[in-house]
Nanobody, 117 residues
Framework: QVQLVESGGGLVQPGGSLRLSCAAS????????MGWYRQAPGKQRELVAT???????NYADSVKGRFTISRDNAKNTVYLQMNSLKPEDTAAYYC???????????WGQGTQVTVSS
């Protein structure tokens, strides 16, 4: 069983920065993909960024150039550095771990990011 615990959310002014962390416990293999999704009130959950086991990254167009995803396989942790935050980035951010062999997804409980002056 895989458990994910996110941290690092909070309230920040427009233009500010936050760094989210997600620590995974349980059986995690380095080839698992890890990522971040977000869901704003009244909207569907959407992909923010993903990273494969060998470091290939993918970003939503809305965050390219502002957000950076990274992972530490030794710590089973994925990070999301968010810079130049905008009010439209306000959402609950969820960590995801994807096992491509079993086609299984694991989700964290979410951490709230609010961008407001």
């Amino acid at each position: 069983q895989v458990q994910l615990v996110e941290s690092g959310g909070g309230l920040v002014q427009p233009g500010g920065s936050l760094r989210l962390s997600c620590a995974a416990s349980g059986t995690i293999f380095s080839f698992y993909a890890m990522g971040w999704y977000r869901q704003a009130p009244g909207k569907q959950r959407e992909l923010v960024a993903t990273i494969t086991g060998d470091g290939m990254t993918n970003y939503a167009d809305s965050v390219k150039g502002r957000f950076t995803i990274s992972r530490d396989n030794a710590k089973n942790t994925v990070y999301l550095q968010m810079n130049s935050l905008k009010p439209e980035d306000t959402a609950a951010y969820y960590c995801n771990v994807h096992n491509p062999l079993a086609v299984t997804d694991y989700w964290g409980q979410g951490t709230q990011v609010t961008v407001s002056s």
